[in-house]
Structure formats: structure tokens, C-alpha cells
């Protein structure tokens, strides 16, 4: 059974930071992405950012220059560091697993952390 499990959510004003971690039993560096979501209420599941298997990171535009994603290969643990936080980027934040299996693929999704930033 493979597992995601993501930390770090909680409240922090406008202007502050988070950092989000997503714990995997399965080795995220093998993976093709790894992934950070994020789903608002009354919203759809959102990228925020990604990492490829090779290292190269992808940004949504709301996120670039504000959020870093990374991954720590000693700990098999995803990272993402939220800057500047805004109180539009409240949200339950989901961690996720992209596998190739050619032909096919695997989807793994964590459990979701909130994240809440208001003053």
C-alpha cells in the first residue's frame, strides 16, 4: 500500500511562511513527478508546482518567485517552502506521486494538509 503523508499545514497571517512536507513510502526520486496541489473551497484541484524524476521544477504562475519545491533523497521526503503568503492561497494542499509503468501509469495522492492564511 503505498502512502503519502503530508505535514505542515496550519494558520499563518498574510505575508508569512510555510513549509509543506509529503513523506513517501515508495521512493519519490524513481518517480516520474512529484507533485504539490492545492484545492480551495468551492474549487478545483490545482498544480502548484512540480518536480520531474531528472530534477527540473515547474511553477503555476502563482506560485513562481513565491513557492519552492525540492525533495530530500536521505529523508524520501517532498518539500514545498511557501513565501509571502496571501489569503488567496488557502487551501488543502495535496502531495502527489506521478509513476510510469509504460503502457500504463500509477497516481498516488496524499491525505491533504490545510493550509489557512488570514490575519
Known amino acids: 500500500q503505498v502512502q503519502l503523508v503530508e505535514s505542515g499545514g496550519g494558520l499563518v497571517q498574510p505575508g508569512g511562511s510555510l513549509t509543506l512536507s509529503c513523506e513517501g513510502s515508495l521512493d519519490i526520486f524513481n518517480m516520474y513527478a512529484m507533485s504539490w496541489y492545492r484545492q480551495a473551497p468551492g474549487k478545483e484541484r490545482e498544480v502548484v508546482a512540480r518536480?520531474?524524476?531528472?530534477?527540473?521544477?515547474q511553477y503555476e504562475d502563482f506560485a513562481k518567485g513565491r513557492f519552492t519545491i525540492s525533495r530530500d533523497r536521505a529523508k524520501n521526503t517532498l518539500y514545498l517552502q511557501m513565501n509571502s503568503l496571501k489569503p488567496e492561497d488557502t487551501a488543502v494542499y495535496y502531495c502527489?506521486?506521478?509513476?510510469?509503468?509504460?503502457?500504463?501509469?500509477?497516481?498516488?495522492w496524499g491525505q491533504g494538509t490545510q493550509v489557512t492564511v488570514s490575519s
Open positions: 502527489n506521486a506521478f509513476e510510469s509503468t509504460m503502457p500504463g501509469y500509477n497516481d498516488y
Open positions: 518536480i520531474l524524476r531528472g530534477g527540473g521544477t
